[in-house]
């Protein structure tokens, strides 16, 4: 079983490297735009830390959804920050953020076939520039545009057309179970198995009873930790990383969550899951 847990690394957590570097974590993330443009100096901390522990990236700019054509440039530059770093996993969003200028958010792709197929040309192109699979992250969204199939059947279609791999967002299908209400255990319970690569885990904003918003910008709640369970009881245990991006609390109330996926994880494996 893969009984790995990772931190995602913010520039705010450059101050704590020494604490990181002994602290229980298999692997950090990064999103490569914050580190790939900068100089030697800058991405110091970053190639000490990474000397250290495993690291993945969860880019913020690819644009998977966008009508404007691929950034090849920028694909390469990705390229060349993977392989300067050693990093075997590039994940993105299922998600557009540009469209005849950059928008500073994740916007929802329309769930139809012919966004299916535009997508995951798109995807297969970028795989063959970076030359690794890529994995693609469920999303969380708030409004529904044009939409011809579920979330749970476009995702399906993107991951089978495009032959990419997937990074589970818990709290995300958390998130949308409520927004959009549908049964988030079987949003788990039919993805494709041998697509995991590795699973994120975070806090959301309760904006009310029928509006959860995600931040990660507080504690996990017992209801996605209870999902992350049911998670690995379909699934088998897989990576999974704790994502704090703001209201960042000292490390140690980070390794009480950290702790709690390894926890989770290893009653999985000494039951036999």
Known sequence: MRSKVGLGYRREMVTLNEQLMS?????????????????????APLKELASHKELSTHGLSLSLGSPDPLDIGFVKEVKKFLDDFNVT???????????KGHMYDLMPIPFSEDAVMYVAERIRQVQDILERPIAIENVSYYLQTGSEMTELEFT??????SGCHLLLDVNNVYVNSINHNYDAQSFIKSMPTKSIVYGHIAGHYDEADDLKVD??????????????????????????????DFNIPPLRELELELAQITNIQRRFNNNGN
Request: glycine share 2%; proline share 4%; with cysteine.
């Open 89 to 99: 996993h590039y994940t993105e969003h299922l998600s557009y953020c540009s469209a």
């Open 156 to 161: 399906q279609s993107v991951i089978a057309e």
């Open 215 to 244: 931040t990660h910008g507080s504690p996990v709640i017992d209801q996605v930790w209870s999902l992350l369970e049911y998670a690995y009881k379909c699934h088998g245990v897989f990576p999974t990383l704790l994502e704090r």
């Open 23 to 43: 602290a229980d974590i298999d692997f950090i993330e990064v999103a490569p735009e914050n580190w790939m443009r900068m100089s030697k100096a800058y991405q």
